[in-house]
């Protein structure tokens, strides 16, 4: 499956505004954007598994695409949200426990990249993954 592999962060864009709209206090903010994550894909039809590895934390998840889970974001905020798939793209929609706003997430392969959009109160960042 196109997903499939270990993607490591290779630039951002914005990203630090976002994580600021997020609500990650300065020091974390900073770390946030330096964080060096790796991120592998494992998809087996409708289902995937996922483990990040970054500078702050190690965690492994599974999900269903068009399945609601909970995830809990770096700041231990908590969402609950899901996935799917549209036309090659992953596609979240995930609301925050603590506020009920909504943050949007897509991933798309292009070329060797991983392109990752985020987007949270109509602040928008990219981050860019190379396969390794």
Not at 85 to 102: A, C, H, M, P, Q
Request: hydrophobic share 35%.
């Amino acid at each position: 499956m196109m997903f499939n592999g270990t993607w490591k962060v290779e630039y951002s864009n914005n990203y630090e505004k976002f994580l600021e709209k997020m609500g990650f206090n300065l020091i974390k903010k900073k770390l946030g954007a330096h964080d060096n994550l790796k991120i592998t894909l494992q998809q087996t039809g409708d289902k995937f598994h996922v483990k990040e590895s970054s500078t702050f934390r190690n965690l492994e998840l599974d999900f269903t695409l068009g399945v609601l889970f909970e995830y809990s974001l770096p700041n231990d905020v908590k969402v609950f949200g899901c996935w799917n798939l549209e036309d090659g793209v992953l596609k979240g929609s995930f609301t925050r426990e603590d506020n009920g706003k909504i943050l949007r997430t897509t991933r798309k392969v292009s070329g060797d990249e991983l392109v990752q959009s985020l987007s949270y109160e109509g602040v928008e960042a990219e981050r860019i993954f190379k396969k390794i």
